[in-house]
Each structure stands twice: as structure tokens, then as C-alpha cells.
Nanobody
Framework: QVQLVESGGGLVQAGGSLRLSCAASGRTFSSYTMGWFRQALGKEREFVAAISTSGGSTIYSDSVKGRFTIFRDNAKNTGYLQMNSLKPEDTAVYYC????????????????WGQGTQVTVSS
């Protein structure tokens, strides 16, 4: 079992930056792929970024590539999503998730989810 708690969300102006954190407890965090997903009001949950267990491989959605960076610190059992050049369309609840078997952008591959943190980007 892995428990995930996100933090770092908030209100920011377009062009600004935020860093989200995902603190993990329970089983060994370093054994899990970590992913970030988001869900805007009235829309389906969508993939944002994922990072492999060691941090050596990352994947991003086209909508955030070049603006967001996913990274992790296994010694601190924490994952991060650095978000730069934010746009109003980035407004959503952001969720971190952990996958035990896959390195994937498919939310169905993820076993554990946090409760989410709200990110609001004003124009």
C-alpha cells in the first residue's frame, strides 16, 4: 500500500510558475513509476507526465512538453512537478499516482492515487 499526498497548488497568473510535490508513505516509493494527471472541471482526467522508478526516463503530454518538468527524490520519498509558463488552460485539479508494474501514461495502469491539489491560472 502506498499513500500519496499532493501539495503546492494555488492561484497563479498566466506565465507564472508552481511546483507541486507528492509525498509518499508506505511501501518503497522507489519501486513505483510516478505520474501526474489532471482533471479540469467538466473534463476527463488526462495524463500530464510520468517518471520511471530511477528517474532516468520521463514522458510528457504534448500540451505540457517544454513547460513542465517531472522529477523525483527517492531518498525523500517525494515526487515533483515543476510547472513553468503556466496558461489558463492548465487550470485543473492535479493528481499524483503510483504504478507498480508499468511505465505508462495510461491512468488505468496506476494503482495508487492522491487526493489532488487545485491549480488555477488566471489570465
Amino acid at each position: 500500500q502506498v499513500q500519496l499526498v499532493e501539495s503546492g497548488g494555488g492561484l497563479v497568473q498566466a506565465g507564472g510558475s508552481l511546483r507541486l510535490s507528492c509525498a509518499a508513505s508506505g511501501r518503497t516509493f522507489s519501486s513505483y513509476t510516478m505520474g501526474w494527471f489532471r482533471q479540469a472541471l467538466g473534463k476527463e482526467r488526462e495524463f500530464v507526465a510520468a517518471i520511471s522508478t530511477s528517474g532516468g526516463s520521463t514522458i510528457y503530454s504534448d500540451s505540457v512538453k517544454g513547460r513542465f518538468t517531472i522529477f523525483r527524490d527517492n531518498a525523500k520519498n517525494t515526487g515533483y512537478l515543476q510547472m513553468n509558463s503556466l496558461k489558463p488552460e492548465d487550470t485543473a485539479v492535479y493528481y499524483c499516482a503510483a504504478a507498480s508494474l508499468y511505465f505508462s501514461g495510461n491512468p488505468a495502469r496506476y494503482n495508487y492515487w492522491g487526493q489532488g491539489t487545485q491549480v488555477t491560472v488566471s489570465s
